[in-house]
């Protein structure tokens, strides 16, 4: 079992494209519940569903590393907005978690912090970068993004993105919550300095950010609530079809205050 002390938040990776032996995985879906089965096989593209048994048999052995409970043991129950947590009903573990997933990508965050928000994307893609921006993030961060140049604009979008998505999940309130209604600051270079405010009852100082390319072409952003001036140590792992873990060597991206990044 490993250990993940108070303060501590650990990212798990895992690359679909790693789990390619069917054999591997068919014997693995075993580990998923019935309503993950059942999902399972809506997918109509075979991609699509891989990237979901994936994501999910991440989740179930990812959980299992810091309890005794099989990971077909796991049960789950989600808030009015959809966010999962772990069913309280089938025992009091502290762990908090959050899944994500993107084309060729799977992380998830554990933390006995506090709630926690994970988000992951594919960059380097093209998109309105400015008209998405002026469409949905505050004035502050839409007036930052179109200083840039177009190719710098292109790269620092997806930050934004991916903070934003990361802290709405961490709240647990989905898209219904208003994503102007914060604003994120990425100062100096890589890694940058991640500031942040918003319009909540929570004091801002409470949340805990760090911006991570676990491959190139890649952005995950993390967010934990964590007690005011009190740091957290973050660490990332990859899942490898073996059952067996090896440690991130992603590129630092951005921290905001109180996060140490442990390689």
């Not at 940058?192 to 100082?205: C, K, T």
Request: glycine share 8%; hydrophobic share 40%; aromatic share 10%.
């Amino acid at each position: 079992m490993l250990d993940l002390p108070n303060g501590g938040v650990h990212l798990w990776f895992a690359f679909p494209d790693e789990w390619e032996d069917p054999t591997l995985i068919e014997s693995a879906c075993h580990l998923l519940g019935d309503e993950e089965m059942t999902r399972r096989e809506r997918f109509h593209f075979p991609e699509h569903r891989h990237l979901y048994q994936v994501s999910h048999l991440l989740l179930r052995t990812t959980l299992s590393r810091y309890s005794d409970l099989l990971p077909k043991s796991w049960r789950f129950i989600n808030n009015d907005h959809g966010k999962p947590r772990l069913d309280p009903d089938a025992g009091p573990i502290p762990l908090c978690f959050s899944l994500s997933h993107t084309k060729g990508l799977a992380v998830v965050g554990v933390t006995r912090e506090g709630e926690i928000g994970v988000d992951v994307e594919r960059a380097g893609r093209s998109v309105h970068a400015a008209e998405l921006s002026r469409r949905f993030f505050s004035p502050e961060e839409t007036e930052a993004l179109e200083k840039l140049p177009p190719g710098r604009l292109q790269a620092q979008f997806p930050l934004y993105w991916t903070l934003k998505e990361a802290y709405i999940k961490a709240l647990g309130r989905g898209l219904s919550h208003p994503l102007d209604s914060f604003s994120f600051r990425l100062t100096g270079e890589r890694p940058h300095r991640i500031g942040f405010s918003a319009q909540e009852p929570q004091d801002p100082e409470m949340w805990r950010f760090a911006l991570i390319a676990p491959r190139p072409q890649s952005v995950a952003a993390v967010c934990v609530a964590s007690a005011k001036n009190k740091a957290i140590e973050l660490s990332g792992y990859i899942a490898l079809p073996s059952g067996e873990m090896a440690p991130l060597n992603g590129a630092l991206l951005g921290l905001s205050a109180g996060v140490v990044y442990q390689r």
